[in-house]
C-alpha cells in the first residue's frame, strides 16, 4: 500500500484566501497518479480572460447523458477535439454541436501548462489535442467514471482546478474499489496515466466558500490526447 502514500504529508494550512497544502508539495494517489499542489499557480493569471473567450464562442452549458439525464456540471471545450454527451452517447467531436462550428482553439498557455505538468510527473511529450472544460456551481457534481473515450490511453490525463475547493474521489479500476477522497484547491493539478490511467474518479458535490477570485463556482480543465 506504501504507493498509495502521499509524498508529503499536508502542512498547515494558511488560514487565509489561499487554504490548502503548500504549493510545490507533490502527493501521491497511485504508482502513476498525483496530486501538484499549486503547480497551476504561476500559469493562471491570463486565465479568465482565454476562459471568457472560449466562453464567447463556444458557451458552457448542460448536456445530456445517454441515459438522458442532463448533467449538472456545465462544459465546453477548447482544442482540435472537444468531449460531448448526447443521447447518442459519448463522443468526440471537431465542432461544437451548439454552433456547428469548430471549437475555439487550445491557447498555447493552456496546452504549456499541460505538457509541464506531465513531464513533471514522468510524462514526456504530452501533446493534448483536447481541452475540456467543467463549470461547477455549488451543488454540481461528477459521478464515479473513468476516461475511456480517448483512442490511445498511452497519455495521461491532467486535470486542473480553479476556483472553489472540491472533494475529488479516486478510486480503483472497478467501479466499486474504495475512492479516496482529496481536496483539490485552485492551481492543484492532477495527473493520471500509466497503469492508473482508467482508474475510476469524479467529484462530490460542490460546497463551501466562494473563492476569492473566481466565486461562486470552480473550473476543471481536463487535458487529454484523444485522437
Ligand atoms: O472536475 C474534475 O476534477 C474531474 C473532471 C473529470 O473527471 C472529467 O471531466 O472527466
Ligand atoms: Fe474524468
Not at 471537431?94 to 471549437?103: A, H, I, L, Y
Not at 475555439?104 to 513533471?120: K, T, Y
Not at 456551481?137 to 476556483?163: C, K, Y
Amino acid at each position: 500500500m506504501t504507493a498509495f502514500l502521499p509524498f508529503y504529508m499536508p502542512v498547515a494550512t494558511t488560514p487565509d484566501l489561499f487554504p490548502g497544502p503548500a504549493p510545490g508539495e507533490r502527493e501521491r494517489l497511485g504508482p502513476c497518479a498525483f496530486v501538484l499542489r499549486g503547480f497551476a499557480l504561476p500559469y493562471v493569471e491570463g486565465f479568465p480572460p482565454a476562459i471568457a473567450a472560449i466562453e464567447a464562442h463556444s458557451p458552457f452549458r448542460n448536456m445530456v447523458t445517454p441515459g438522458g439525464f442532463a448533467m449538472s456540471v456545465a462544459l465546453t471545450n477548447c482544442g482540435q477535439l472537444g468531449w460531448v454527451t448526447d443521447r447518442r452517447g459519448y463522443r468526440y467531436t471537431r465542432t461544437d454541436p451548439g454552433n456547428g462550428k469548430p471549437w475555439p482553439a487550445m491557447p498555447p498557455a493552456f496546452a504549456g501548462l499541460a505538457r509541464d505538468a506531465a513531464a513533471a510527473t514522468g510524462f514526456e511529450s504530452f501533446e493534448p489535442d483536447a481541452c475540456l472544460l467543467n463549470r461547477y456551481l455549488p451543488g454540481a457534481r461528477m459521478t464515479l467514471h473513468q476516461d475511456r473515450n480517448e483512442r490511445d490511453f498511452g497519455a495521461p490525463i491532467v486535470s486542473v482546478s480553479l476556483g472553489m475547493t472540491a472533494t475529488f474521489l479516486f478510486g480503483g479500476r472497478e467501479r466499486s474499489d474504495t475512492a479516496a477522497r482529496v481536496a483539490l484547491y485552485h492551481g492543484d493539478v492532477a495527473v493520471w496515466g500509466g497503469e492508473d490511467r482508467l482508474r475510476y474518479h469524479g467529484v462530490m458535490p460542490l460546497k463551501g466558500d466562494p473563492h476569492p477570485l473566481l466565486g461562486s463556482q470552480r473550473i476543471n480543465f481536463t487535458f487529454r490526447k484523444a485522437g
